[in-house]
Every structure is written in structure tokens, then in C-alpha cells.
């Protein structure tokens, strides 16, 4: 069996969301993919602990293909509230309303 590279936890890394240099011992890994324990081919990214906690822990399956189908879509526009409106378009198309629209009867976000 393989023990831990000796001098891994002395590495300096770069937390993704502050900035902030760190020792490598006091980061977490991120994966985008949002699958950390399959290893095989992946280079993680780091947060410090507290962006860590600042970030939402729910599953994220289809996020980067619905994103991708947005920008597609919006063909290269930088307008931030168009991308809102096409991203919870997109949303309710493959997912329904939000549950918060379904409880009250409202529609909040289709132009």
C-alpha cells in the first residue's frame, strides 16, 4: 500500500473563490464535478475553510449542461439579467416550477 506523499500537506495552494494563499493542509478540495472521491485524471482546486462553508452543498447533476445550453442560446450576450431570464427559462422547462411558484400559484421570472 502507498502512504501519502510526505511533504503534501507542507504545498501551498490558492483558495478559488478569495484569493487567499494557504497551506495546502488547511484547504479543501473542490471538484467541479462534484465528485471527489473518483481521483483517477482529476486536479482539484482549493477553498479555504471558510469559502467552503460559504458554499451550497446541494447536488449539482445537470448544472454545467444547462448553463452550456443557456450560453448557446443567448449567443454571446453579456447582459445578466437576459442570462437570469433564459437560465430560470431553461430551469422550469426541464424541471417545472420552483416549489415555492408551485405552493402559491405564482409565475416569478418568465417575461
Given at each position: 500500500?502507498?502512504?501519502?506523499?510526505?511533504?503534501?500537506?507542507?504545498?501551498?495552494?490558492?483558495?478559488?473563490?478569495?484569493?487567499?494563499s494557504?497551506?495546502?493542509?488547511?484547504?479543501?478540495?473542490?471538484?467541479?464535478?462534484?465528485?471527489?472521491?473518483?481521483?483517477?485524471?482529476?486536479?482539484?482546486?482549493?477553498?479555504?475553510?471558510?469559502?467552503?462553508?460559504?458554499?451550497?452543498?446541494?447536488?449539482?447533476?445537470?448544472?454545467?449542461?444547462?448553463?452550456?445550453?443557456?450560453?448557446?442560446?443567448r449567443?454571446?450576450?453579456?447582459?445578466?439579467e437576459?442570462?437570469?431570464?433564459?437560465?430560470?427559462?431553461?430551469?422550469?422547462?426541464?424541471?417545472?416550477?420552483?416549489?415555492?411558484?408551485?405552493?402559491?400559484?405564482?409565475?416569478?421570472?418568465?417575461?
Amino acid at each position: 500500500m502507498w502512504s501519502a506523499r510526505p511533504n503534501r500537506d507542507e504545498e501551498s495552494v490558492v483558495c478559488i473563490a478569495c484569493g487567499d494563499s494557504l497551506p495546502r493542509r488547511r484547504a479543501r478540495e473542490y471538484d467541479k464535478e462534484g465528485d471527489r472521491w473518483d481521483r483517477r485524471g482529476k486536479e482539484f482546486e482549493y477553498l479555504c475553510k471558510s469559502c467552503h462553508r460559504d458554499l451550497c452543498h446541494q447536488p449539482r447533476e445537470d448544472l454545467e449542461d444547462v448553463l452550456l445550453d443557456v450560453e448557446s442560446e443567448r449567443e454571446g450576450s453579456r447582459d445578466a439579467e437576459a442570462f437570469m431570464r433564459t437560465y430560470i427559462r431553461a430551469v422550469r422547462e426541464r424541471y417545472g416550477a420552483p416549489e415555492s411558484d408551485a405552493e402559491d400559484g405564482t409565475d416569478s421570472g418568465d417575461d
